[in-house]
């Protein structure tokens, strides 16, 4: 930002720009939203340097409510083009921030493989077990009995379990948050932006237009009570037994980043000459 | 600019065998010794999609001059064996004039080949090979094809020996297997006047001393994309596409670059989507099946203005279709494949050497201009090895306009300016933040469904393609300014074309040949400066449908009602079916 005193200190309010949600009133993605914006304060983080890269859904026009750097990209291509991003400039914050249809069902080879490259990403899904924006209809997160007009009597299938499938894909943070819970959400959020290499948010997060009865997740959803493990089975373990409802962090690992092996410059050593020697006969 | 040759000026030299049999060594290594010795060639092969055990063609052109596409027939052919032949017989067209030279334990030359009438002899390769520590059969025939084309044994000897010296095989013995082969050829040259037809003529005028190189399309195209300043690129594997990449990933570390092998091919582009919004020229890399797929996100490249490059190199579709062979059939897809309106650039090396300008072009291009950049290969150019001259360097640069000092709040990256382009701001820029967008947006950036938007936005991605100067590089022109025949091509077929047209005006026709390299946006006018005065036209393709037909027909003002001269792949159009077409005209 032009014109700081050094004694300027940005607040959650610097990177709410003025663009109106486009989310219904009471959406939980309004939680999310300030979480996010709190997070990036916590953390100190000049607008001109993050980046939020989202898919299509309602979730995904967060982009444009930031002041920061923002990519509205395609539904569920929101993870490698902020991997692309992220690995042609390192020195950006990139937060990837989407829904459950975008991420898990249109992306989700992209997530098995974001969980598995670990390209230093903050990932915050926001899951409210329905696609909003086309107006009803299940998604990989709902349960299979929701009735639904384009599933009469539901779908039949069971629930993604996206904390699990993200375990056994490689992740090395994987937490959830509720939106209902700013404090609890801000605070995984600034973990996940410190934590070198991917990671991993599921952030709750009620449709009360179309599913009402998750407004009853502010009685439901439940602190895990303990601190994260950083062993792999008893992740397991803890996501076996998880109701879905469980919040806090869950696992965090310390693989190694993915970066290459050399940051991309540009307009810079345009010396070919070596290269080009390589063809003469 | 490669020079015209004629067909007496070349021998062409067909190496078959089954997979392993060491086929595309002999013939690469052919390619090589010649360029050593002073001459010009192209070798371009065709294999079956098997790993090992399939079949295989090295298919080389030799010349003292320089050459750039298939002859009419081949001079000899020389089978290492005979299995899986028919599978490939098509391509390899032999006359009365050829020679067929076999190993002479292969059996009984198949009857396809029989019937072209060529005179056919056996040579004992495999037992030569045995008698000679570290000789393999295809090491021993090479030597023979050395002799048969009049290439010095010593510029054989010295290739061969600086690629198995590698493999612990010593300079005496490998000159020793060439010499063996080298034998062979020249007694069969003393006793068979057909094979001593084979020896280029002795003429002055070779390539010896001068700065010459040894490429293939695809190392070009990575060239080209060097050159441009793609700084990052992202490819899913794909045949024939990924040896382009496998060029540039290594030479990445030397330039600073980064490439990225993703899970799927819309991933790939999404990523380089994701570099080039931050700043760092992008390339993707893919065939057919590939383009089909990230032809959605080209639309995104487009609609939010972020510069893109997609490297495609064609291959016989539609679906899996024939991987490994060329075909001019992606022309459509690329043209009309995006949903919406959505105006890009097409753009199509016209040799093996061009694809070095073509693709160095196209990122000046999508950077320029701040959209998608198709680059359409195909398998033929990508893959064919050439000898050619050191390519001029063209110093295009790479001009994305940016923004100076972006105002936070007054800041709009999708202003609508005189020429269309807008500056974008990077992020790490403070003051520019906007969010780029695959909705429809205002000047800003931020979503709108308004009429109004949506018409100013739609003319400002028309306008700044319809209004850029792109110079001379839209066409190759050649051939008479007088000619009332004209011929109008593209890409990989403008070799033949090219070749066709030389030998039609050596004949005293008076012809002109439009190769296109720019096929999106559309310059009509320019084309009918062109062809002004022709009375009859032609329009060469590759592909079965007329892709290149229709796509003339419907966006330009032609002369005269065209003639269509096409076929699908893989069968390469020759030089001879185009001067066909000519002498029935005369």
Known sequence: MDGLTPDFKFEPKHYKSDVNPIWCPGCGHYGVQAAINRAFAELQLDPAKVVVVSGIGCSSRIPAYTTCYGFHGLHGRALPLAIGLKLARPDLTVLVAGGDGDGFSIGGNHFLHACRRNVDLTYVVMDNEVYGMTKGQPSPTTGPDWDSELQPGGTGISAFRPLGVALQSGANFIARGFSGDLNGLTKLIVQGIKHPGFSFIHALSPCITFRPEEREWKNLTHSAGTGPTSEFNEASRRLAEDDGLTTGLVYVGDRRPYAPPVAPLVDTRTDLSQIVAEFRI | MTQFTSAADTVSVAITGSGGAGAITAGSLLLEAAGRAGWYGLMTRTVGPQIRGGEAAALVRLARRGVSGLGDRFDVLIALDWRNVERFVAEIPLGPQSVVLACEDAGDIPEKIAASGALSLTAPFTKLAEDIRGARPNIIALGTAAALVGLPEQAMVETVAATLADKGVSLEDTGQAIRAGYDIGLQLAAGHGAVAALRLAEEAGTGAGSDRWLITGNQAAGLGALRGGIRFAAMYPITPATDMLEWIAPRFGAVGGVLCQAEDEIAAINMAIGASYGGVPALTATSGPGLALKLE???????????????????????????????????????????????????????????????????????????????????????????????????????????????????????????????????????????????????????????????????????????????????????????????????????????????????????????????????????????????????????HSG?????????????APPQSLRHPGPLAIRPAEVCDVLRSWS
């Open chain 2, 297 to 543: 996100s080209i639309g995104l490249s487009v609609a939010a203005e972020v510069p893109l490059v997609i490297f495609n190199v064609m291959r016989g579709g539609p679906s899996t279709g024939i991987p490994t062979k060329s075909e001019q059939t992606d022309l459509n897809v690329a043209l009309y494949g995006l949903h919406g309106e959505a105006p890009h650039v097409v753009v199509a090396p016209l040799s093996v050497e061009d694809c070095i300008f073509t693709t160095q072009w196209a990122v000046h291009l999508a950077e320029s201009l701040q959209t998608a950049a198709f680059v359409l290969s195909d398998q033929f150019l990508g893959q064919a090895k050439a000898v050619i001259d050191r390519p001029a360097e063209t110093d295009l640069g790479t001009v994305r306009l940016k923004p100076t000092d972006p105002q936070a709040g007054a800041y709009k990256r999708y202003a609508l300016t005189n020429s269309g382009v807008s500056p974008m701001a990077i992020p790490g820029m403070p003051g520019g933040q906007y969010t780029a967008d695959g909705l429809e947006h205002n000047e800003r950036g931020t979503p709108s469904s308004q009429a109004d938007d949506h018409h100013s936005q739609l003319d400002k991605r028309n306008n700044k393609l319809e209004g850029f100067e792109y110079g001379d590089a839209w066409a190759e022109i050649e051939g008479d300014a007088d000619a009332e025949i004209g011929l109008v091509t593209w890409g990989s077929t403008t070799a033949p074309v090219r070749e066709a047209v030389a030998r039609a005006r050596a004949q005293g026709f008076k012809v002109r040949l439009v190769a296109l390299r720019l096929l999106a946006p559309t310059r009509p006018a320019l084309l009918a400066e062109a062809l002004k005065g022709v009375k009859r036209l032609l329009v060469v393709e590759q592909s």
């Open chain 2, 547 to 559: 892709q290149f037909l229709g796509y003339l027909k419907a966006h330009y003002d032609l002369p």
